[in-house]
Nanobody, 122 residues
């Protein structure tokens, strides 16, 4: 079994900062991609940012210049540093991982965390 556990959400004022963290654990063989998606009420889940095992990143236009994604490859963690937060950033943020497991290292699976609430409000 594989688990993704997020932490770091909460309430912050506009212009403030938050740091989200996600740790992957379990019978992991290799992690190819880790990242973050978000879902606001009444909207579809959307990409925030991802980072590959090679360090390549992909991020949505709305986060560029404000959010930074980083990974600790030894610890199987991914962080999202969010600065200059806006009310429009309010959403549940989900950790994502594309990985293979020890019992079947040739197949890739997608895993999701349980989500952490980020609320930007004065």
């Amino acid at each position: 079994q594989v688990q993704l556990v997020e932490s770091g959400g909460g309430l912050v004022q506009p212009g403030g900062s938050l740091r989200l963290s996600c740790a992957a654990s379990g019978s992991i063989f290799s992690i190819y991609v880790m990242g973050w998606y978000r879902q606001a009420p009444g909207k579809q889940r959307e990409l925030v940012a991802t980072i590959t095992s090679a360090g390549s990143t992909n991020s949505a236009d709305f986060v560029k210049g404000r959010f930074t994604i980083s990974r600790d490859y030894a610890k199987n963690t991914v962080d999202l540093q969010m600065n200059s937060l806006k009310p429009g950033d309010t959403a549940v943020y989900y950790c994502y991982a594309e990985l293979s497991v020890r019992s079947n290292p040739l197949l890739r699976f997608q895993y999701w965390g349980q989500g952490t609430q980020v609320t930007v409000s004065s």
